[in-house]
């Protein structure tokens, strides 16, 4: 398929100008004025900021195990429809994907989708947090980042040890910082809310203080770590300190820790159930602000869908997790105002980068992602635009669940259009 993106502002990693794209092939070939539409489909994207595809870094597709809340399938559709060309999936399904097999199997049911599926490997067997997974067998499919995800690596002589098998093999270890035992099974934020609710807490210090070990192992060890969706200011300033003194970090924050507060809990909606949990508007509004200012690497959706009847649940026996793949670019707009730059850094060159999704033969069957509009890149291209509004509908979702807490909520922003190695996969948002 041959096309033409017409009368959009393409978005550079520090700059923006106005111009046409022409991909053939899958590959962008042309970019300037006024160019050729021979033998080419039209895109218009007037009004629109045009730049790399989304990557996402932390998706939960549930397969194998929990086909009934999403699928590889019904999850890629979700992200080709958020602007996605690239997905990374997490390994805490059922079993968990510690193992060559079952990682082969993710990888060949998502090369049958329109987007890229990657795979993120458990950093332990079973995720139980004790001895180590295959790390270089998965790497040698093409895995390049590990996570316990759901569950911190809670023993730090495991996490070291797994740091310094990773570091030769060029591996980035991510973490979900919370001490269980500090946690103690709460459901919401520890602090004045949750004791007038009624609801057990689930303390700040738990996150902070595993985000402050793997600091200290990262330095000890010479690793590399990612952070999962942080939630607090002082993570974020923790994080931003380490990488201030060069040690190799990275962080994401998910959308509903920039857009809602521990406020959303008063209702009792299992909707904003979420680990770690929502916090008081000053993490918020900290996380909200530091958005624009560089201390963040990717905005990660931690899309986490459940069927109806567990998510139904009351609050304190409901899983934790909402949606995020098809709001989190209107969420993200929303946030940082007029900012196509920082746009398409947190949501693309960003989480390319530490999933290692830049280069073509980094994956295997991969395309490169997170790149820049140029001729000789690979079309992976969204059409976004800036001004559209909406409101956001559980029942219009392509994914599978629908326990999204954004279900009624003004939107302002959204995906025209999804190229994935030069296809249309999504135009004037509808899937082709």
């Known amino acids: 398929m041959n096309l033409v993106i017409r009368g959009g502002t393409i978005v550079g990693p520090d700059t923006v100008f106005r111009a046409d794209i022409r991909i053939e092939s899958g590959v962008i070939v042309a970019v300037g004025e006024a160019l050729s539409t021979a033998n080419a489909t ?22 194998p195990g929990r086909e009934a809340a999403e699928t590889i399938a019904s999850g890629a559709l979700a992200a080709a429809m958020g602007g996605f060309s690239a997905v990374v999936a997490m390994p805490n399904t059922e079993p968990a994907l510690d193992n060559v097999p079952l990682v082969s199997y993710v990888l060949a049911q998502g090369a049958k989708t329109a987007i890229d599926v990657a795979v993120a490997g458990a950093i332990t067997l079973g995720r139980k947090g004790e001895s180590l997974a295959p790390l270089a067998e998965l790497a040698a499919l093409g895995v390049r980042l590990f996570t316990d995800d759901g569950t911190g690596v809670q023993n730090p002589l495991v996490m070291r040890r797994a740091l310094e098998y990773a570091a030769p093999l060029g591996l980035r270890l991510a973490q979900h910082c919370e001490d269980e035992q500090l946690a103690n ?9 949750s004791a007038q609710l009624g609801l057990a807490g689930r303390s700040a210090v738990a996150e902070e203080l595993m985000v402050q070990r793997d600091i200290a192992l990262v330095r000890l060890t010479g690793g590399r770590v990612h952070f999962l969706h942080l939630s607090t200011a002082t993570s974020l300033a923790m994080v931003t300190a380490a990488r201030l003194e060069g040690l190799d970090v ?7 820790h920039f857009v809602l507060s521990e406020e959303a809990c008063r209702t009792f909606d299992p909707q904003f159930k979420v680990h770690p949990p929502l916090r008081p508007e000053a993490d918020r509004a900290a996380l909200h602000a530091a958005l624009s200012t560089g201390a963040i690497d990717a905005v990660a959706t931690d899309h986490a869908p459940h069927t109806p009847e567990l998510k139904d649940l009351a609050f304190d026996e409901a899983p934790a997790g909402m949606l995020g793949l098809e709001h989190v670019a209107a969420l993200t707009n929303e946030a940082l105002g007029a900012n196509p730059v920082a746009f398409f850094n947190l949501l693309s060159r960003g989480p390319a980068r530490i999933a290692q999704l830049r280069a073509s033969d980094a994956r295997v069957g ?3 992602h997170g790149g820049v509009i140029m001729v000789g890149e690979d079309a992976n291209v ?6 559209q509004t909406w409101v956001g509908d559980r029942n219009a979702l392509h994914s599978k669940a629908t326990n999204t807490p954004y279900h009624g909520r003004p939107l302002v922003g959204r995906v025209r259009s999804t190229i994935v190695k030069g296809r249309l996969v999504v135009h004037e948002g509808v899937l082709q």
Request: proline fraction near 6%; hydrophobic fraction near 45%; charge should be negative.
């Open 42 to 63: 039209i895109i218009d994207a007037s009004g629109c900021w045009v730049g790399p595809a989304f990557v996402d870094i932390h998706t939960h597709l549930r397969e």
């Open 185 to 193: 099974g709460g459901v919401m934020n520890e602090g004045v809310l």
């Open 250 to 256: 990275t962080c994401e924050v998910a959308p509903h």
């Open 366 to 368: 991969l395309s490169a």
């Open 382 to 387: 969204v059409v976004f635009d800036p001004s």
